[in-house]
């Protein structure tokens, strides 16, 4: 099924912000705990996976089948020149925007995957007003559970949905 481009992962465009934010657990997926906020021992000093071209093999699956439908690169553009690495201060901030973006960027996937979307085509009118919230942090909602986020962020969809018809008469 065809997205466009930007709602896949480009990872020479972020700085590894996947690597950083997810916490895992040790299993079948990944062969180490780590918490949220603290760097992947695999990812290198800028910001690279050192395991990429096995990550299988070393135990990491689990990074084979994620994606950040292309949340990392567009949370990495707010912040231009600026990283979680260099700039501690501002982490917690592009964490929670990093998954918040993720839910909305996945959204989006699913309603084009499901809407017939073909190349050229503008976004499904859903879509496009996810991707306008995912492109201003300012309204994305506060919440630290970003899975959470999911029914806000469809009440805000729905909300400007609404806006958007003719009301009856
Ligand atoms: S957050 Fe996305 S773009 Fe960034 S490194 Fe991870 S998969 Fe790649
Ligand atoms: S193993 Fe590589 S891709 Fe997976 S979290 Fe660590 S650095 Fe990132």
């Known amino acids: 099924m065809t997205v466009p481009d930007r709602f896949t992962h480009d990872c020479a465009n972020c700085c590894g912000m ?17 918490p949220r906020g603290q760097p992947c021992p695999n990812l ?4 690279v996976c050192t395991i990429h071209d096995r ?3 070393e135990g990491f699956p689990g990074c ?5 439908y292309g949340a990392g690169q567009r949370v990495q553009a707010m912040y231009p020149g600026r990283t979680w690495r260099d700039d501690p201060d501002l982490a917690e901030e592009m964490y929670d925007h990093m998954m918040l973006v993720r839910v909305i960027h996945r959204l989006i996937v699913k309603i084009i995957e499901s809407s017939g979307w073909s190349e050229g085509d ?3 009118p859903a879509a496009r007003v996810l991707d306008d919230l995912a492109g201003d ?13 999911e029914s ?6 729905r909300g400007a949905l609404a806006g958007d018809r003719p009301k009856a008469t």
């Open 152 to 157: 806000i962020i469809l009440d805000i969809v």
């Open 55 to 57: 990550l299988t093999e």
């Open 18 to 34: 996947c690597c950083v934010t997810m916490k895992f657990e040790r299993s079948d997926e990944f062969a180490i705990d780590k």
């Open 44 to 47: 290198s000093a800028d910001n």
């Open 137 to 149: 942090p300012a309204r994305l909602p506060s919440i630290a559970d970003p899975e959470a986020a």
């Open 122 to 124: 503008p976004l499904p």
């Open 64 to 68: 084979v089948a994620w994606t950040c």
